[in-house]
């Protein structure tokens, strides 16, 4: 029999990280007599409650919690609110491949701003100091730098919060309970067929050139791949046979209000019917994304998208709008392309340097890698992407 995770209150931002880690959970609408698993406490504790974590604690139980019921748990235990930028991660275990969690939303500090760990009796307790939900959540962006030792760092407008580490390390402390309790940590695994990563590579056509795509297929054909191309169908009018071809715009705009976002979907749609094509994925023209874009693909009927101002370098997930799970799954990608890397002062040389740093971050971790691109940009660097596909 698998051991459940248990979890008092089921929230989107919770089952967002359980789904994308395939991890089976039990909600405990009230805490039960016995409990054997780890138990993740995101709300309040009554005060008849606290006593109940405490004797499964002490009888060799695990939790993770927030700094409001670890200081109703643990006597003495002191912390404030504040503001927290970033964590930055340290040598203990839970950072398990992870550098920085951006945040810049309030929480509270101790006497830092990190989690805290604390054996309790024969048990153990994680609290973390910032609120799992609203992080994972969180539609904010912003434009952030991404490190190269160059000149300047490339950059992008990303979300705000990079909700991929914030999973990782809700991960870490789950994996750190469960053997704290002497149990396996069961999940689904990441890929089919065992592979330990996937790659992908996804082609924004822009306002390209038929030279630049010519090469791009050329590529493709090269390296034996199989892109995925994301037409711009107001300036590409000749399609391929047998590529996958699906949805980037017919404005090259994402559009503030549901109709002219719908609009612009639907006529690109239509275009790409035209040619006898069915699409049923979309990227978002410069990465952006908003809930009325949202709802425009629900009612679209595509099937997923791509748009790194939600998020960015994490499992794919469905978005919450509404205060509902979107129909339209979310397939986060690393959103630096080589334009960012130019327009960074780097050389072909350091451009192939910077991809080849992430692909074996990424395969390390055992998380995806897909990367994009334009036709411009690839025709331009071809012998850069050849080496990447080949990597």
């Known amino acids: 029999m698998i051991t459940q995770v248990g979890i008092l209150k089921l929230e989107f931002g919770w089952q967002q990280i359980f789904e994308q880690e395939g991890i089976i959970y039990n909600i405990l609408s009230s805490l039960p007599a016995e409990y054997h698993a780890p138990i993740i406490i995101n709300r309040p504790l009554e005060k008849s409650e606290v006593d109940w974590v405490r004797n499964f604690l002490a009888n060799g139980g695990a939790v993770l919690t927030d700094f409001p019921n670890l200081g109703n ?54 609290a973390l100091p910032f609120d799992v939900n609203q992080t994972i959540t969180d539609i904010r962006n912003e434009r952030k730098p991404f490190y190269y030792p160059s000149r300047k760092f490339p950059n992008e407008i990303v979300s705000k919060i990079n909700k991929g580490e914030v999973r990782k390390l809700i991960v870490n402390c ?12 069961v999940h689904l695994w990441y890929y089919p067929n065992g592979y330990q990563t996937a790659f992908a590579f996804r082609v924004d056509i822009d306002f390209d050139s038929e030279k630049a795509l010519n090469a791009v297929y050329d590529l493709e054909k090269k390296t034996n791949s199989r892109f995925t191309y ?7 009018t000749d399609f391929a046979n047998q590529k996958d071809y699906q949805l980037h715009c017919y404005h090259h705009k994402v559009f503030k209000d549901y109709q002219q976002n719908f609009d612009n979907i639907h006529t690109a749609q239509q275009l790409l019917e035209k040619n006898n094509i069915k699409p049923i994925g979309f990227a978002a023209p410069f990465g952006f994304w908003n809930k009325n874009l949202q709802k425009a693909m629900e009612d679209c009927h595509i099937h997923y998208s791509s748009e ?19 129909t339209v799954l979310q397939i986060p990608i690393h959103p630096i392309c080589v334009g960012r890397l130019v327009h960074a002062g780097l050389t072909a040389e350091q451009i192939f340097d910077y991809y080849q740093k992430y692909i074996v971050k990424q395969r390390q971790s055992r998380e995806p890698i897909f990367l994009y691109d334009h036709p411009r940009r690839i025709s331009q660097f071809s012998n850069v992407f050849q080496n990447v596909c080949e990597s």
């Not at 789950?174 to 940590?185: E, G, H, I, N, V």
């Not at 994301?230 to 590409?236: E, P, R």
């Open 230 to 236: 994301f037409a711009n169908t107001k300036t590409q």
């Open 174 to 185: 789950l994996r750190k309970l469960f053997a704290k309790m002497s149990l396996p940590y």
């Open 308 to 326: 790194f101002s939600l998020d960015y370098d994490d499992l794919p997930f469905y978005p919450i709008i509404d205060n509902r799970r979107s």
């Open 73 to 126: 748990i643990i006597d003495g235990f002191k912390y404030r609110p504040t503001k927290i930028p970033y964590i930055l991660a340290d040598t203990e275990d839970i950072y398990t491949n992870i550098t920085i969690i951006d945040l810049d939303i309030n929480g509270y500090r101790a006497n830092g701003m990190m989690p805290i760990q604390k054996s309790f009796g024969k048990g153990f307790i994680i």
